[in-house]
């Protein structure tokens, strides 16, 4: 389920011009925590809503729901991702990224 979350938040990205993994940059995830609060069962329909809690340093914090169409929650949760470097340590996110990411 959290791979629907990961590519929603890689179409936003992809949307305001961030590029999720390049040579000069990546964002993995720091940290992942996900509450189940419903079942979802093969081939039921649901969104995801994501949002972009808050913007660090170097990192962004994510919070996410999985709902059905109906408006039950599925699952809640938050994850954070850090912009590294091509050596795998911290990069500082852009004035021109975060420029973009609070745009929306």
């Known amino acids: 389920m959290l791979n629907h979350v990961e590519k929603a938040e890689h179409a936003f990205l992809a949307s305001i011009g961030i590029p999720v993994c390049s040579e000069t940059c990546g964002w993995p995830r720091a940290k992942i925590s996900c509450d189940f609060r419903s079942p ?12 972009l809690n808050r913007i660090g340093t170097s990192s962004l914090n994510w919070v996410f729901k999985i709902l059905k169409p109906d408006a039950t929650l599925v699952a809640e949760g938050e994850w954070v991702t850090v ?5 795998g340590s911290p990069a500082a996110i852009t004035e ?9």
């Open 83 to 87: 912009k590294v470097a091509p050596d």
């Open 96 to 104: 021109d990224e975060k420029r973009k990411l609070l745009a929306e």
């Open 40 to 51: 979802l069962r093969f081939q039921d329909s649901f969104s995801v809503v994501l949002q």
